[in-house]
């Protein structure tokens, strides 16, 4: 029976059927972190852009529709629990599962609004992360393939690493990358943060923090350096 991970103590194990999910204190931090950023954001209400008008003193505002804010409150409330999902799988299939959902709504809540450097942004992470998907899902299938397991748990009991894992881990960290639009892929995704729409576009950055962290405690996990 796994007790703990890279040194910290398992607090809890939920099993789902096939889907697991377990917290240590890290992984509850994050968990955490990620449902009160939700939470804060459901309640929230967009700002109001201003912007100087050319060739005069006037300033003109740029508001949020009604229909809109709806509907990217939606889809950020939808990447919040997807965010929260990730950081508490036992299952690397799940977690990409997980992180496919962040890149495809994040991608949404830009995706209503009317301004073409905007949506020419969000049209160009968008292609990047449908191009992610396929190390992703080979970096998990080749994890797969070394270990006989894609379960986190029974990967930690293991005490051996393998070519095939160390090769699986890069594939799924480029994956990662570029669904979550980290560096070097962020300037594909820079001129989406010029929309208004300011709370719904902080969960974007967390999204991509937590997961980036979280995939760095996986990859630790199945590399073992330690």
């Known amino acids: 029976m796994v007790v703990s991970i890279l040194g910290s103590q398992i607090i809890g194990i939920i099993p789902l059927g096939d889907i697991v999910f377990y917290m240590t204190s890290f992984n509850l931090f994050m968990f955490v972190a990620a449902l009160v950023f939700t939470f804060i954001i459901a309640i929230s209400k967009t700002e109001t852009q201003v912007e100087a008008e050319f060739g005069s003193l006037g300033d003109r505002e740029i508001k949020v529709a009604k229909k ?14 997807a965010t929260a999902g ?22 949404g809540i830009v995706g209503a609004v009317k301004q073409v450097d905007v949506l020419d942004s969000a049209f160009q992470y968008g292609l990047i992360a449908m191009i992610a998907s396929t190390p992703l899902f080979v970096g998990a299938s080749l994890i797969l393939a070394a270990t006989g397991t894609i379960s986190i748990l029974a990967i930690n ?55 980036i962290v979280r995939v760095i405690e996986i990859l630790l996990i199945i590399n073992k350096p330690f």
Do not use: Q, W
């Open 68 to 81: 809109e804010f709806k509907f990217r409150r939606f889809l950020a409330i939808i990447c919040g629990l």
């Open 86 to 107: 990730a950081m508490v799988t036992g299952d690397i299939f799940d977690f990409t599962l997980f992180v496919c959902l962040i890149g495809i709504v994040n991608i």
């Open 157 to 211: 009991s293991l005490t051996y690493t393998t070519p095939m894992m160390l090769f699986g881990s890069i594939l799924l960290f480029l994956g990662v990358a570029g669904e979550t639009g980290v560096a070097p892929f962020f300037a594909t995704k820079a001129e989406m943060f010029r929309t208004p729409g300011s709370p719904f576009l902080l969960i974007i950055h967390l999204s991509s923090l937590l997961v």
